[in-house]
């Protein structure tokens, strides 16, 4: 009977078919009733020859026929390899692939894991957070970690991308600050890595601006990363009272329009294009002044995940990188809860994990805790087979009511299976910690940590890479010289 039964795996489903299909139709609503501003006179064009309407304010209304032909010819995965080009993995499609966690992301300033002094986050920041990112075991891409404040900005994005690609061979995610630098970083990654439409291990990210525009920066890029045959993640980022309506229901809905508008701009600059979608959907605390994620983020990114989901389309979403001031209790909370939700849900990507402060401050105490989180998270996302009960009646009948399992052929075979329970925190009893003065767990969590950067290393092909690329700047700055 039990090797009939299906193995038992907790899930998380938010949305029912009849809620997805509303929200889809108020989303085509807001898309053919409200439009999108469009700043770019090129991407306007794009959308009037295909049937769009355009006035004077540059909205264009985008009708239902043209986002129900972009649904079509949108790929419904997408395969990601790494800067060997070895396959790392496939996002979307099915069976649902396991949830993707990255590092980053543009972070201003970076905390000492042992000290939690901050400072300004430098080169050698992003060389230090690559190769922990390369380090640690269950992140499987590293998007752009930090700005680098000690390189002037015309250069900075090229430099910080060089760092990223010499320390570690992950898949990364790009984003470029500077938008005239874009085509030159591309330029850059191709030129160590060599080309990337075939084997793509480097993803652009773009994204709108809410509400409801297409900027002519994000345009300009989608269509440079998509005339090069590369996948693209165009995600948009909300704040509930502020950009979004403060409702969940006029959230998500208006989020799904320019994710719906986003995708129908990509496959009219070129169709087939592969692309990720997916949303950022914060709260702005109007007593604060700050932005955050709470609960209803979290529950608002499943739904999301479950829209994309319906529409065939592989789907990127939050990371936990906001609450906190570095790796305290603070930060623990929306780390558990995003990492477990996202693995049980349909989430795609989890791009972004590493940052507090809502991601102006980078921190590798963070990053390593996060990767214990998810560590445990995806013991729990397997659930349990019901076909592992073969004999096991047999042995409670033998041990008997007050009996036990310590000898138990069962308990022979499996106890060395089990998985570790912690790697960062000893089980120690009430006395010996005492004995030990008493520790805070943060103190375990900065020894480990500091203990996994002495023993980092860079890649093989670092210092080659570093050359090839600080010639290939040197080159394009003495061409940019006036």
Not at 245 to 251: D, F, L, M, R, S
């Amino acid at each position: 009977m039990a090797d009939q039964l299906p193995d038992v795996l907790p899930r998380i489903n938010v949305l029912a078919q009849e809620q997805i299909e509303y929200i889809h139709a108020q989303s085509l609503e807001i898309l053919s009733s409200v439009g999108v501003r469009v700043d770019s006179a090129r991407a306007r064009d794009i959308f009037v020859k295909a049937g769009c309407k355009s006035n004077s304010d540059n909205i264009v209304n985008i009708p239902a026929d043209l986002v129900a032909g972009a649904l079509q010819s949108a790929p419904s995965f997408v395969d990601i390899y790494n800067r060997l080009g070895q396959h790392a993995f496939r996002l979307g499609g099915l069976p649902k692939s396991p949830t993707r966690f990255g590092v980053g992301v543009t972070n201003l300033y970076y905390q000492d894991p042992t000290t939690d002094m901050v400072e300004p986050f430098t080169r050698k920041h992003m060389e230090i957070s690559a190769r922990l990112s390369q380090s640690l075991s269950y992140f499987d891409f590293v998007s752009t970690i930090g700005i680098l404040q000690d390189i002037s900005p015309k250069i900075a994005d090229l430099y910080g991308s060089l760092e990223m690609t010499a320390n570690t061979i992950k898949p990364l995610v790009l984003l470029v600050s500077e938008e005239q630098d874009f085509p030159a970083v591309l330029d850059l990654v191709e030129h160590l890595t060599g080309e990337m439409s075939t084997q793509p291990f480097a993803i652009p990210y773009l994204n709108p601006l809410s509400p409801l525009i297409l900027n002519e920066g994000t345009t300009d890029k989608m269509v440079t990363a998509i005339e090069r045959g590369l996948p693209i993640i165009f995600s948009n980022y909300g704040m509930s009272g502020a950009s979004t309506p403060i409702t969940a229901a006029g959230t998500i809905a208006l989020q799904n329009a320019e994710l719906l508008a986003g995708l129908v701009f990509s496959q009219l600059v070129k169709e087939g294009t592969p692309i990720i979608l997916g949303s950022f959907p914060a709260t702005f605390d109007m007593k604060d002044m700050v932005n955050r994620y709470t609960p209803q983020s979290l529950v608002l990114n499943l739904a999301c995940a479950e829209l994309m989901a319906f529409y065939g389309l592989p789907h990127c979403g939050t990371s936990a990188n906001g609450n906190g001031w570095g790796a305290d209790l603070f930060a623990s909370d929306l780390h558990w809860m995003n990492h477990l939700t996202s693995c049980l849900g349909k989430v795609g990507l989890a791009p972004f994990v590493g940052g507090s402060f809502f991601s102006v401050v980078f921190s590798p105490a963070i990053l390593v805790y996060a990767n214990e989180v998810i560590r445990k998270v995806r013991i729990f996302e397997k659930g349990f087979s019901l076909m592992d009960d073969s004999g096991i009646l047999e042995e409670i009948k033998s041990a008997g009511p007050g009996g036990n399992f310590l000898t138990a052929e069962s308990t022979i075979k499996n106890c060395r299976k089990l998985p570790q329970d912690d790697v960062v925190w000893p089980h120690i009893r009430l006395e010996k910690w005492q004995s030990r003065g008493c520790p805070k767990a943060e103190e375990f969590l900065r020894q480990y940590t500091a203990q996994i950067m002495e023993n980092m290393s860079a890649p093989e092909d670092h210092d080659e890479l570093i050359e090839k690329g600080e010639r290939f700047i040197d080159q394009l700055r003495s061409v940019r010289k006036p």
